[in-house]
């Protein structure tokens, strides 16, 4: 399954559906998972460690939502989504 991890719109909202650790994990099951870029901004996580993670990164919410067939959020979807 493509998973895809969009960056959190809400204001003040720095937390991030999943963290490299996660990522790998999916990963090591099977999954593939795709990441808006710097989506882990605000908790310090950059591009850089999810691609360590194997995950493959995209520009924006509209490219990860296209891509995947399950999305992790932490808030709940916004309308824009």
Not at 18 to 41: I, M, Q, Y
Not at 44 to 52: H, S
């Amino acid at each position: 399954m493509r998973i895809g991890v969009p960056r959190e719109i809400k204001v003040r909202e720095y937390r991030v559906g999943l963290t490299p650790n996660s990522v790998a994990e999916f990963v090591r099951h099977g999954h593939d998972v795709v990441v808006e870029s710097n989506a882990g901004e605000g908790i310090g996580f950059t591009n850089e460690d999810y691609v360590a993670a194997r995950a493959s990164i995209l520009p924006d919410a509209p490219a990860v939502f296209q891509a995947a067939a399950l999305i992790v959020k932490v808030k709940e979807p916004h309308p824009s989504d």
